[in-house]
């Protein structure tokens, strides 16, 4: 799910949908408490043409990041700047 190469995204869209939701939300738990690598990996979902690929990766993010305590709180900035841009 997360190697390189040209079919690397073909996972998500060959669902419709809510499953593009899925998808993409259940990348949270391939990179499960890997904050550096998951972040950069979940990032380009973030700024999808799909409303549902977008929710899931805002999911993985969350999921990502559950359990972890750190100081800085990169998915919080994230999260609150996504809103912020979205508010305007």
Not at 32 to 40: A, H, K
């Amino acid at each position: 799910m997360t190697k390189s190469g040209e079919d690397k995204d073909h996972w998500i869209y060959q669902n419709k949908e809510t499953g593009m939701q899925a998808a993409a939300a259940s990348l949270g738990l391939v990179l499960l408490w890997d904050i550096d690598e998951g972040l950069s990996q979940i990032d380009k979902y973030m700024e999808a043409a799909d409303d549902n690929i977008i929710a899931g990766s805002f999911m993985a993010i969350g999921i990502v990041n559950s359990g972890i305590k750190n100081e800085c709180d990169p998915v919080v900035a994230i999260l609150l700047e996504k809103l912020e841009s979205t508010n305007k």
